[in-house]
């Protein structure tokens, strides 16, 4: 299935959810902007670049969602969090920069994620979740698209010498901010599960159990993103 933008369906871009492909690749495109990304999540659709330099778009048969009341953290990650400075939206270029470093096995990150990506934290769209040692160096992060009740995070990173954990430290305050906002009803969208992920906490729903969730979760009120900046409340792990 391409995507065109001329005859854009009213149920969105990609046409009702039930004439899509048993694939969890779905649709691809050589169009990519920023109004098709946000389209695509309120779909349930997620950009990832596909061969030939087209445009993946990505809705998983079984979707990888963190509950925020059932993330794992174990003791020894609750030391880790208290020694980090937690900050949102202070370093969106760095976090982008570590999560596609091109060093990293399986990098998905290009100049046109890049690109649109930056347009769309410049809207207040996209955000960073940052973990800064003691000292000032910017340790880890993640960065995602937040609409409503949403938030698809897209990719996290830390650095080896001075934060091995410092992407689960952005993770648990990235649950806390989302929390304080009010849990009911929100969805954590991690895409794909994981090992990793998974001893985290996070589950796999059905695609149909996904955009269920999603359509409730796009009625709610966005996290005050912009209060966050000055300081993430901690919560006692």
Known sequence: ?????????????????????????IAVSRTFDADLVCSAYRSGVFPMPARGGLMGWWSPLDRAVL??????????????????????????????DGCGDERRPDGWIDDDIRRVYRGLHRQGVVHSVEAWTQDGQLAGGLYGLSQGGL?????????????????KVALVALVGLLTAAGAEGRVLDVQWATPHLQS?????VTREQYLARLAKALTLPEPNWAGSRASVERRSW
């Open 200 to 204: 985290l906490g996070v589950v796999e």
């Open 1 to 25: 299935m391409a995507v065109s933008r001329r005859s854009e369906p009213a149920d969105g871009p990609f046409g009702p959810p039930e004439r899509w492909r048993e694939d969890d690749l």
């Open 151 to 167: 938030f698809a995070g897209e990719s996290m990173f830390h650095r080896d010498d001075i934060g091995r954990d410092a992407s």
């Open 67 to 96: 509950p925020l009341d059932r993330l794992r953290v174990t003791r020894s990650l609750a030391k880790m969090v208290r020694r980090y400075e937690i900050r949102v939206d202070s370093a969106f270029d760095a976090v982008l």
